[in-house]
Structures are given as C-alpha cells and as structure tokens.
C-alpha cells in the first residue's frame, strides 16, 4: 500500500510516545502513572447540562442528522455569550458556526484559506494543529518565536523579517498553551496593525479565556475595532464548560471565512448531534458563578503545582490563566529529564520540546488532577532530593 507523500511531511506525535513509555512503566511496575501532561478537565459539566443531554437523547426526533450549520438557537447562544463576556456583537446567523470540537476546526480552516505554497506564521512553542493544519493543506508552516524576555508575546520586528508575499494568515492563542501568557488588548492592536498591513487572516485560539486566576479577565481579539473585517476566533466548550469529550466547540468573526470553514465541513461531517447541540445551548445558559466557582478550584490546584516545580528546583511562572504551570529548567534536555523522573517517581510532566523548539528548558504542567492526586505527586517528585 502506497501511503500519501503529506504523511511524510508531519512530525511524529509527541504524546504518543509519551503513552508507550507510561504503558511500559505500568506494566514493569505494576502502579499507576500520575500523567500530569494532560490537558483535559478531569471536572464534570454542570447537572443540569448532564440532565439535558439525557433528556434529548430519549428523543426519537433527535436522532437525525443534524445540519451541516449548526441549530440556529446555539448560534444565536454563542453570540449573546459573545456579547455579555466580550461586549462584542455577533450575527448568529453568519458570523457563528459551530464545530465538532474546535480542533477540527483548527485544522480545516487551512483547507478554506490556503492554497499549495501559502504560508502561515504559527508560534512557537505552540499546540500541534496549527503546524499539522497547513501541512495537510500543502501550506507552509513558519515559526515565530514566543521568548520569555518578550513575555511569550509575538515580536512583531521578528514578524515583520518572516513575513513574505506569500504569507496568508497568523495564528495567535491567548491566553496561552502552552506557557499560561496572557495579552491585552495592546497587544492585540500591534498584531491588528501588523496583519492589515500584509493583508493576512488572524486566526485566534482562544479556548482559555474563562479559565482565570487572581480576577484577571481574558479579553476577545474581536473586541478590538475592525477585528471582525479580518479574523476569526476560535473557542470550546471544553475547556469553560468541562465538555472535553462531547466535543462541542465553535468558530466566530469573519463572516466570509466563517462561510468558507463552512463548505468545507459540509463536505467533510453532517453536524453536531442534536442532543450536544441543544445540552450546549444549556451549558450557555449556566450564571457566572458556576465558572467562577470552578476556577477557585483550579487556582488552588495552581498553587499546589507552583509549591511542587519549586520543590524540585524548577521555576514555575506562575499563571493569571489557562490549565498549566510553565517552568523554567537548568536542563538543557528536557524531554530525557521527563522520562528519567517517570522512572524514578511514577510521575510525567510534559517537557516543553513536544510544543516546539523554544520550548526547550521547560515544563509544562498540567491542573487537570484533584488536589489530593497533585499532594501525592508531590510527595513523589519530592523524592528526586534525596
């Protein structure tokens, strides 16, 4: 069987070598790893939300296909949501599209924008689809540097150096995987300025903004004027809703890029199921204080973790947002330092590498475990002084 030539052009997944050698571990020692690399909310959605989805899945009209577009009335949720935590106005109508998981949608908008050759400025370190997502549409991918000195923010005098006549579209994500930076809407402007003097595509990632620390608010990109003229941003009801696995997630701004991402998901799946449609309409529904309540948890899982890289020498940067702590190494191989602290202690915090090259020299982990699995991680990692 002769695969496609693309396949080539993709890196090896980092994380599935990651569970091999936990595999391995668990079966030469007989315990249970604690996997603090993982970036998926161990917490559950609301009942309610829960409750819904049972209720609607009892329905025998809910079982259809449902719509390449998505039901009107989540569109019309997703853009009053908009509205109230952003102040931005949203057309329901053309300016939302619900996604099967923002990932896919990650990755599909390159098969709507970019044709063979284009480039795509990605950060680096940076999550893995926005470098997969123009390689599988024959895209260039170029790498900015995200540099602690520059507060893992995009140097736009680097920008200006990599950008060509052949550069479409740039990627951002902020509040930031994974390193926890976030940005203002300043920092924003700068890149606004920057891609409509290029004439590039903003895409932004922008699945943590509900996830915050120390009353620090997460803005939208499409807050600033003249954003929607340009950029689409992308969000998930995982990571605010504690939705991982029903896969519910949502793109929204630019009505003609939201209308290309569109006829290439036709094409490709027939929609959401009803039920996670109409349970998310719910989740949109949830007061403040739900959320609010939910990050109290994971800011003292921030601060368990903080006291934990700093007891094994590391320097944690601590996060006003997002699931992980960043920290800082003396190592200059992170990725072997990883796997000898498996060995040792049954523990695995991601090195920094499996996001990209300025990723070396850190950590990333993960608040996606209960307090009293982070306290016996810690005592674990703790034994790497002895």
């Not at 890149?191 to 932004?204: P, Q, S, T």
């Not at 003292?300 to 996060?319: C, H």
């Not at 060995?343 to 090259?357: C, D, L, M, S, Y």
Request: glycine share 8%.
């Amino acid at each position: 069987m002769k695969l496609s030539n693309r396949l080539n052009k993709f890196p090896a997944y980092f994380f599935a070598g990651v569970n091999k050698k936990i595999k391995a571990y668990e079966e030469k020692t007989g315990d249970k790893v604690i996997n603090l690399g993982i970036g998926s909310p161990d917490l559950p959605p609301e009942e309610s939300v829960i409750s819904e989805l049972i209720e609607q899945s009892r329905k025998e009209s809910t079982h259809k296909y449902a719509g390449y577009a998505g039901l009107l009335e989540l569109k019309e949720g997703i853009a009053e949501y908009y509205k109230n935590r952003f102040n931005v106005e949203i057309n329901g109508e053309t300016e939302v599209l619900p996604l099967i998981g923002s990932k896919e949608g990650l990755a599909n908008l390159h098969f709507a924008v970019i044709d063979e050759g284009d480039e795509v400025l990605i950060p680096d370190p940076g999550y893995s689809v926005y470098t997969t997502g123009p390689l599988m549409a024959g895209g260039v991918p170029v790498r900015y540097d995200l540099k602690e000195e520059h507060n893992f923010l995009p140097n736009i005098a680097q920008l200006e150096e990599l950008v060509s006549d052949k550069t479409k579209m740039i990627w951002l994500n902020y509040p930031n995987n994974p390193t926890g930076a976030v940005a203002d809407l300043d920092d924003f402007q700068v890149i606004l300025d920057f891609a409509e003097k290029y004439d590039l595509i903003i895409a932004h990632d922008n699945p943590y903004a509900d996830i915050t620390f120390d009353g620090y608010k997460a803005p939208s990109f499409l807050e600033l004027k003249g954003a929607k003229d340009r950029t689409i941003e992308f969000n998930s009801f995982s990571k605010t809703w504690n939705m991982a696995g029903w896969r519910v997630g949502m793109a929204v701004g630019n009505q003609e890029s939201i209308s290309a991402l569109l006829k290439i998901k036709s094409n490709i799946d027939t929609g959401i199921f009803l039920p996670l449609q109409i349970a998310a309409i719910k989740a949109l529904q949830l007061p403040q204080s739900w959320i609010d309540e939910r990050n109290k948890v994971y800011e003292k899982r921030r601060d368990i973790v903080v006291k934990m890289a700093e007891g094994i020498g590391l320097k944690p940067i601590v996060p006003k947002s997002a699931l992980y702590v960043w920290c800082k190494s003396d190592s200059d191989d992170v990725e072997s330092l990883s796997y000898e602290i498996l060995e040792k202690t049954g523990v695995f915090i991601t090195p920094g590498v499996a996001f990209g090259k300025n990723g070396e020299g850190y950590f990333r982990i993960s608040l996606c475990q209960p307090e009293e699995i982070l306290e016996r991680a810690s005592k674990k990692l703790s034994t790497l002084n002895e």
